[in-house]
């Protein structure tokens, strides 16, 4: 099992520009989840899908944040334009049944805005 | 909505000894799941283990247990015989059992174990 994949693992680029984070989450798995994790708000969910329908994006911070997944095996969360407060590690997870089975969580993307 | 208080920021054990991390939760739900993961340096959220709320008995994995107590909404993690290789962020999280499938994390507990 090869877990979840998150690419890249680390992104540095400068303020303005599009930032795209990229997810495969564990084959059969029909829940993925996106979240965000900084030294001041700690680890908050920011939108997840069932069966690549978006299900809750409340925690989507602002219009410059948007995420899709255009099939089971892929997603993206990108950010336009970017700003040095969206500096932080994102984290991909998926898992087969919330709660009956643990989500499974990628390596995650540190990302640097400068 | 849920809230998850981790008490204990930094704590540090000796090798071998045993350790406690805190974790309590608010919720009006009945049914729910608790998760502890570990993150280490390395950066990995790796599931410690998990109770579900409808049962009494506290959940097990090798060296780790936890003290589910539901009416004081506290879920305690045990690491017993600790090892160099625990030295990781501890988060609790909770998560509700019917739709809003989310993970509410606690800010977490940074345990250096010393050898």
């Known amino acids: 099992d090869a877990g979840v994949i998150q690419s890249p693992r680390h992104e540095v680029t400068e303020m303005g520009q599009e930032v795209t984070l990229r997810c495969k989450p564990i084959?059969?798995?029909?829940?993925l989840f996106w979240y965000r994790q900084t030294m001041m708000r700690g680890l908050e969910l920011l939108i997840y899908?069932?069966?690549?329908?978006?299900?809750?994006d409340s925690g989507m911070p602002e219009d410059r944040f948007s995420a899709k997944m255009p099939n089971a095996s892929f997603s993206t969360l990108k950010i336009q334009p970017s700003e040095p407060r969206d500096s932080a590690v994102y984290f991909c997870?998926?898992?087969?049944?919330?709660?009956?089975?643990?989500?499974?969580f990628g390596d995650g993307t540190r990302l640097s805005i400068l | 909505a849920q809230t998850v208080t981790q008490s204990q920021p930094e704590m540090s054990v000796q090798e071998a000894e045993t350790v406690t991390l805190s974790c309590t939760y608010d919720?009006?739900?009945?049914?729910?799941?608790l998760f502890w993961y570990k993150q280490p340096p390395s950066r990995q959220m790796i599931l410690v283990i998990r109770?579900?709320?409808?049962?009494?008995q506290n959940a097990t994995e090798n060296r780790f247990s936890v003290n589910f107590q539901k009416a004081a909404k506290s879920f305690s993690l045990k690491i017993s015989d600790s090892q160099l290789g625990d030295t990781a962020m501890y988060f609790c999280?909770?998560?509700?059992?019917?739709?809003?499938?989310?993970?509410?994390f606690g800010g977490g507990t940074r345990l250096m174990v010393k050898p």
């Open positions: 997870a998926s898992t087969l049944s919330p709660g009956r089975q643990p989500q499974h």
């Open positions: 084959s059969g798995h029909d829940y």
């Open positions: 899908f069932n069966n690549n329908v978006p299900i809750d």
């Open positions: 919720t009006s739900e009945s049914n729910y799941y």
């Open positions: 109770q579900e709320a409808y049962k009494q």
């Open positions: 999280a909770f998560m509700k059992s019917n739709a809003g499938n989310m993970l509410t």
